[in-house]
């Protein structure tokens, strides 16, 4: 969630779901943590999907009846829809770079003697 100190408006960027691959289970536990806060502050952003004016600020309630992801769905059928779906995509083009940076914390890799810094990409064995 990302807000703006100055007018409190806030936006969730992204609200992962929990996923424990090992086990194959999907759960919503730190998105509904995340939700209930942004609830709580009663704001967050709308940046206009499918031709829609962009609005600076819509509420959770008004996303949770618009959402066609979430729009009158349990959380198992979200769940459901989710894991269907993510099953048809392939692998994100820039999955291998963002993952060196997420786990740097946003910091890049440590710059060479020549003061460049790589991303690594490997070429085979994905």
Known sequence: ???DPASTAC??????????YAAGRITSTHA?????????????????????DIRWETTVAEEG????????????????????RDQTLAMPKLIIPSLQV??????????DE??????KVPITGI
């Open 1 to 3: 969630m990302v807000k």
């Open 11 to 20: 936006a969730i960027v992204d609200s992962v779901m929990d996923i424990d």
């Open 32 to 52: 509904d943590q995340l939700i209930a806060h942004v609830r709580d502050q009663g704001r967050c952003q709308d940046f206009g999907p499918n031709g829609r």
């Open 65 to 84: 009846a618009h959402n066609i992801h979430v729009a009158g769905k349990s959380r198992d059928a979200f769940a459901a829809l989710r894991t269907k």
């Open 102 to 111: 997420n786990m740097r914390g946003g910091a890049l890799p440590p710059a």
């Open 114 to 119: 020549d003061g460049q810094r790589f991303l």
